[in-house]
Every structure is written in C-alpha cells, then in structure tokens.
C-alpha cells in the first residue's frame, strides 16, 4: 500500500465526519433528557465524607494519596518537584488543602476541598447528554468520558467552583472528585480518608456522617460554628459534609440556601441546551476523526520510510 494521499486522507476525514454527524444526531435525538435520573434525596445507601476541620493537621497526606490513587501527575509547582502544593483544584489535582489565615485576629484554619456530591446536583442537570450522572445506589456524582462533549456547562452550573476542564488536551477531560469510586470496593473507602492520619476526614454512609458530625457538636460544645453541619442542607444537601471552627464561608465555603439549585440550570439539560451545544459536539466528534486518520497516516509514512530506507540500501 502506498502513502496516503491527502485527497484519501480527507476522504477518510470526510466520512469520518459524515457518520460521526449522523452519529451525533443519533446521539441527540437518543440521549435520555438530563435530569431523568436525578435523586431529589439522598439514596438509602448514600454514601460521603466528613472533614472536619478542627483536627486536620495540614499534612497533605490526603492530597497525595488522591493524586495517586487517581493516577494524576502529582502537581508540584511553583516548587522544585521535591512535594505537592497545588494552590487550588486544577486538572491535576482532585483534592486540595488550603490554609485560611485572617492577619487580624491570627485565627487559622485548613480545609479541604474536592467535589461535594451534592444530594440534587447542579452540575448534572445542566449537563446536556448526561455525561455527568448520579449513581443512584450511592450517590456519588460520577463523570462518563463516552457521553461528554466539552461544553462545560458543568463548570459553569457548579456553585462550588468543582469541575475543570483539560484546556491544554487534545481530547479534554473534565476532571474531579468521583469519590474513588473505582476503589471503593477494593480498599472499601476512598484514598483521602484511609490515609488521613487524626481522623480529619472520614468515610462512611452520608447519614451515619451527619450523626457523628451532630454527636461532636453535643460533645464540644461552643467549639463548631454556630453549632452547625454544612452540607447537611447548603443547595439541597451534600454528601460531604463539614465541620468548622471558623465561619464557613471564610474557609471558601459559599454561603448556600437550602434549595437545591439544579432547578436553575435544567435548561442546559432540555432541547435549547442540547441545540446550542451542537456546534461543539461536531467540533468534538471531527477532532476525535482527524486525529485518528492522522494518527493512520503517520504510521503509514512511518512505515513507508523504513521500507524505502531498507531498499536504499541493498
Ligand atoms: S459540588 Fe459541583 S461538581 Fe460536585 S456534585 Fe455538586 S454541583 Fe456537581
Ligand atoms: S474521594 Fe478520592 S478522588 Fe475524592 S478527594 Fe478523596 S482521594 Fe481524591
Ligand atoms: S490527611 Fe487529614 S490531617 Fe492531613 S491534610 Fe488531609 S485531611 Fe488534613
């Protein structure tokens, strides 16, 4: 077989593209209307974690074992590759610790950040092909790489600021916490919490959370916030629940109602969402056909290369 020329390169391209539109049509008309499998409630089986700020120590363990366990490149800047300090959540980094400090009264506190697993997701039902989606057994808010299309309508739906997008990638993920999901059955609780060396963070199931969070209220008193759970009603309800010293939104929690907020973005999820995100399904679908072809061809040049450079010399 000879070098592809580019006419047969495009054609393939061409037909590429051609059946990926149909394809995307199919997917278009198919695909099931966002929110269809919304959990309004936590499952029974909801499962979640507890940080508890009052006794993280600012090891990092948690974030380093998340970047292992989700085989992320650690992320090392601005040192010189010696540990991991991610300033904030990035598309290497699913779980960050951060340091609030307030220079006038000297008070202090870590927290943890990484997806909430809110309870009626906002990032779900603004997505237009239900890429991201709530296990309903569990609960966890999971991401599926064959339904989504990089519209990053879940970045923009999110309230807590938790899904990035791999802006540098050729084929770009959104990137975040899925609660070790592929472990759980494994190790039988995430990286973060089996790691964590006071306790600051456990796992466990979201109800048996909220009690434990309640009891420690009752045993020091005057030390939480208000005496109070964040996520046990902030946008509906999360799955990860919080336990402060410091005002919650000082350690960047933002300061919820109790509604749940998918009621906002559910237009994302209708026909108008799906027709402005078109475009960028097309853009998606004839990238992903180029680089393949791309990819056929270079081998073929490759191949042909070696071939001639053999010949050359006999
Ligand atoms: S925190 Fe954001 S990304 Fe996580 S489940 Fe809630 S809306 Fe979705
Ligand atoms: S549950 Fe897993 S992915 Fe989420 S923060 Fe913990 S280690 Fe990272
Ligand atoms: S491992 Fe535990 S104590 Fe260390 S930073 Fe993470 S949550 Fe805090």
New binding site residues.
Partial sequence: MGLLSRRALFRRVGGGVGAAVAGGAVALASAPPAGASEVRKAPAGAVG?LYDATKCIGCKA?VA??AK??DLTPDTAPSNGLWQMPADLDVRT??VIKLYVDEATGESSFVKR??MHCVDPSCVSGCPFNALHKEPEQGIVAWDSTRCIGCRYCEVACPFEIPKFEWQAFNPKIVK????RHILDRDGQ????RVCPTGAVIYGGRAALLAEAKQRVVDRPGVYHEGRVYGEHEAGGTQVLYLSHLPFEKLGLPTLSDRALPAGTRHLGGPLGKLVALPIVLYAVFLRFFRRNWKVHEEEVARLKAERGLEEQL
């Fill in positions: 974690m948690c074992e998340c366990v989700n699913k779980n990484q997806c916490c899925e609660l070790c995430p990286g973060c919490t």
